[in-house]
């Protein structure tokens, strides 16, 4: 049977060569609330833009905590037997296979639902009784109640000025987290960041980060998703590697925003402007 898309199959582990934890740079408390949660064994939610570094947070937090990352990255197909397993067909043999929450339950570690808002909404309710006192997951497929260990933690992200009212988390879901609210970072601590993770000097990081501002002044304008921080590393990085500033900024900025010819005309003139 195909994978289902959209799932990592497995935890990930993550960390740099020389065992420290992947870049992060806190803006505010968010690293104390996220610790202060696992110890009390409560779900946390992360809202924020697009590429505002709510991924990377994770990432370092596991590190920090020194557990596994079981991924999901939700999108509208998204079904709970998604989430919880099912069975497959293997040889001759029909076999259970366990979902990516209920591998985290059973091992322990972070399970990571990115853009909860995106999956159908017959997950959340798979979630709530992980995500309330009782931590336990129903595998109603096997007759099992796993109850989570003191080292599982429920995470979920979603960006609230993407979605559509249509799709929004619901008050008896919202309330069931601690929630982390997540913004661009301030102008000086984003150029640190895209110098670090770009391989740029300070001075090309600030234009960057000073184009990225500028751009997302457009929101009003009819761009849909303003560029996150995430995608100036990515154009920092392809000046690092030796193209053009203009040619970085196109491919990794203005042609990734948006095909709207006017509103690529608008960016364009930015960078020009600044590069």
């Not at 924020?48 to 079981?70: D, E, N, S």
Request: charged letters at 25%; one cysteine or more.
């Amino acid at each position: 049977m195909e994978a289902t898309k959209g799932l990592r199959e497995g935890p990930v582990g993550y960390g740099t060569s020389d065992g420290t934890a992947p870049f992060y740079l806190p803006v505010g408390p968010e690293v104390e609330v996220f610790e202060a949660a696992f110890r009390s064994r409560m779900p946390v939610l992360l809202k924020g833009p697009t590429g505002c570094g709510k991924t990377r947070f994770v990432v370092h937090m596991a590190h920090r905590l020194g557990l596994a990352v079981h991924t999901v990255s939700c999108h509208d197909d998204l079904t709970a037997s998604d989430l919880v397993g099912r069975f497959l067909i293997k040889g001759r043999e029909t076999v259970w296979v366990d979902g990516p929450l209920t591998r985290a339950v059973r091992e322990g570690g972070i399970c990571y639902l990115d853009e909860i808002v995106e999956a159908r909404k017959d997950t959340t309710v798979v979630i709530h009784p992980l995500a309330d006192d009782r931590r336990i997951l129903a595998v109603e497929k096997t007759g099992e109640e796993l109850k989570a260990p003191e080292s599982f933690m429920l995470v979920v992200s979603y960006n609230p000025g993407y979605q559509h009212i249509l799709k929004d988390l619901k008050p008896s879901t919202r309330q069931r987290f601690v929630t982390i609210e997540f913004d661009y970072p301030p102008e000086e601590m984003e150029a640190e960041i895209v110098e670090r993770e770009g391989g740029v000097d300070r001075d090309l990081a600030r234009r960057l980060v000073g184009l990225g501002r500028k751009i997302r002044e457009l929101a009003d304008s009819g761009l849909d998703t303003p560029p996150g921080t995430r995608l100036l590393v990515h154009a920092a990085g392809l000046i690092g590697g030796g193209l053009p500033p203009r040619t970085a900024c196109t491919v990794a900025i203005v042609n990734t925003l948006t095909d709207d010819r006017d509103l690529q005309k608008a960016v364009t003139d930015m960078v020009e402007a600044i590069f």
